[in-house]
């Protein structure tokens, strides 16, 4: 007790500043104290077991990457003569390449092999070799012995009298006498049609995904909208939103505007839809042709 006392004493016999830096230096080892027994070292070895591990594969990584940047993109079967600008470039063709199909093109001419493609188009040797594979022409080109009419088709092409059809009449082996109309976008044509009931122009052909501008020239050879007898029309000024949304031109948001504009300014007129917030202007003779007002 008395050893106690004299250790207290000798304490306080120091100064302020040698008080302040013997208690720094308990806290010091008190903290010292405690990362050692609550750090987890076994989590740093763990990580460094991980980060010697992620450099062990960084050369496989690196291989990934590399794969990454050379990857082309799947190719699917394609019909040649219907190649665009932006198709003929992801295909690797020039410039030049792609004005000499389209200007043979213009001439209502078509390729029927990959070796009328290359002398068209002078395309080289090795890209020939890599596209050619996906080449798809109609199936008379494919088995000319079992479509002779279709082959004879192209040769009389400018000297045959050309009867116009009714495109709202015509069915699906009609539309398919047509080069380059398939059987899908043959389905497209007739399932757009019977979307309205019937077509009431030809520029509804722009609306059938898959047709291309030269196919339109091609369909508008042929057909013609020359009745209308299944036409479903809409009365605007009576319609709720939910069936003007249903209107294959229209969507709910412009629906929408168009019961808002009946309720504000009365029964619309055919020259108050140019008015409507959303209205798509350039559609409007075609649009006026399934309404009622």
Do not use: C
């Amino acid at each position: 007790m008395v050893q106690g006392n004299s250790i207290l004493k000798s304490i306080l016999s120091y100064s302020k500043s040698q008080r302040i830096g013997i208690i720094l230096l308990f806290v010091v080892i008190v903290v010292f104290q405690g990362f050692y027994l609550f750090a987890d070292f076994e989590a740093m070895e763990t990580n460094d077991k991980e980060q010697a591990n992620w450099l062990a594969n960084q050369s496989l990584i690196d291989s990934l990457k590399l794969q990454s940047k050379n990857y082309k993109p799947k190719i699917y079967p394609f019909n040649p003569n219907f190649i665009t600008d932006f198709k003929g470039y992801k295909l690797g063709m020039s410039v030049a390449e792609i004005d000499r199909l389209l200007a043979y093109r213009k001439q209502n001419k078509f390729v029927n092999s990959a070796a009328e493609f290359q002398a068209v188009t002078q395309i080289s040797d090795s890209l020939l070799e890599e596209i050619s594979p996906y080449f798809k022409f109609p199936d008379w080109v494919n088995h000319k012995k079992e479509y002779p009419s279709a082959l004879a088709k192209t040769a009389y092409r400018k000297s045959e009298k050309i009867t116009i059809k009714d495109i709202n009449q015509a069915t699906k082996e009609d539309l398919m006498r047509v080069y380059g109309i398939g059987d899908k976008i043959s389905d497209r044509i007739l399932e757009q049609k019977k979307k309205f009931g019937a077509f009431v122009s030809m520029e509804q052909m722009n609306d059938v995904w898959g047709l291309s501008p030269e196919l339109i020239k091609e369909l508008n050879q042929y057909f013609a909208v020359q009745s209308t007898p299944n036409i479903k029309k809409i009365n605007i000024n009576q319609a709720s939103v939910k069936d003007l949304a249903q209107f294959p031109f229209f969507k709910y948001p412009l629906a929408k505007e168009i019961v808002i504009y009946r309720s504000m300014n009365g029964d619309i007129k055919i020259e108050d839809l140019s008015k409507i917030k959303g209205f798509p202007v350039d559609k409007i003779k075609i649009i006026a042709l399934y309404l009622e007002f």
